[in-house]
């Protein structure tokens, strides 16, 4: 089955630090540019981060750049998103995303003391 | 950043009858525009790409269409699942944004 599954959200304080993971399977990852979406609960959805197949070109949006860590392992077909330095304005569902077809489920992330 | 405003903010439909939901880019973008739909508790639905292309098993009664700065998601007879968020997305420069979302609702 093709799908993309998140892990490693929660509850963090604020200036800790959180690592989200994607498992895909069902499609031959190492070809895909992947993504972090995220989803503050009743907003709007933004683009956090997006990294190239072979991880030559990677983007932040401004308000992670320096914060976040978007990552990827081929051979084990694994997305990741080193977060660190959270506050409040990073609580979301973040949704790991391949190019624009394809998202998981999400999984959210709360930032509070 | 390109900003995407998409009109109306809210629409107030009857099943059968057609949606038209505008985006609008602050900038020409190279019509790498998306289309999305989103329910509450599920994730977001490509329905539309590059401008005009249907997602794989996205029903006829979708499309899209527009260039330059100004795009359009129809939706031709509104079935009951119709009902949802719908968001516009651009990727043609880095950051890749959306626009604010345009809620299709039963009048």
């Known amino acids: 089955e093709v799908q993309l599954v998140e892990s490693g959200g929660g509850l963090v304080k604020p200036g800790g630090s959180l690592r989200l993971s994607c498992a895909a399977s069902?499609?031959?990852?190492?070809?895909?540019?992947m993504n972090w979406v995220r989803q503050v609960p009743g907003k709007g959805l933004e683009w956090v981060a997006s990294?190239?197949?072979?991880?030559?070109?990677?983007f932040y949006t401004d308000s992670v750049k320096g914060r976040f860590t978007i990552s990827r392992d081929n051979a084990k077909n694994s997305l990741s998103l080193q977060m660190n330095s959270l506050t409040s304005q990073d609580t979301a569902v973040y949704h790991c995303?391949?190019?624009?077809?394809?998202w998981g489920q999400g999984i959210l992330v709360t930032v509070s003391s | 950043e390109i900003v995407l405003t998409q009109s109306p903010d809210t629409l107030s439909l009857s099943p059968g009858e057609r949606a038209t939901l505008s985006c609008r880019a602050s900038?020409?973008?190279?019509?790498?525009l998306a289309w999305y739909q989103h329910k509450p508790g599920q994730p977001p639905r490509l329905l539309i790409y590059?401008?005009?292309d249907r997602a794989t098993g996205v029903p006829a009664r979708f499309s899209g269409s527009g260039s330059g700065t100004d795009f359009t998601l129809t939706i031709s007879s509104l079935e009951p699942e119709d009902f949802a968020v719908y968001y516009c997305?651009?990727?043609?420069?880095?950051?890749?944004?959306f626009g604010q979302g345009t809620r299709v609702g039963i009048k």
């Open positions: 997305q651009q990727r043609d420069n880095w950051p890749w944004t």
């Open positions: 900038q020409t973008i190279n019509n790498f």
């Open positions: 590059d401008g005009s």
């Open positions: 995303v391949r190019e624009e077809d394809l």
């Open positions: 069902g499609f031959i990852f190492s070809t895909y540019t």
């Open positions: 990294i190239s197949p072979s991880s030559t070109h990677i």
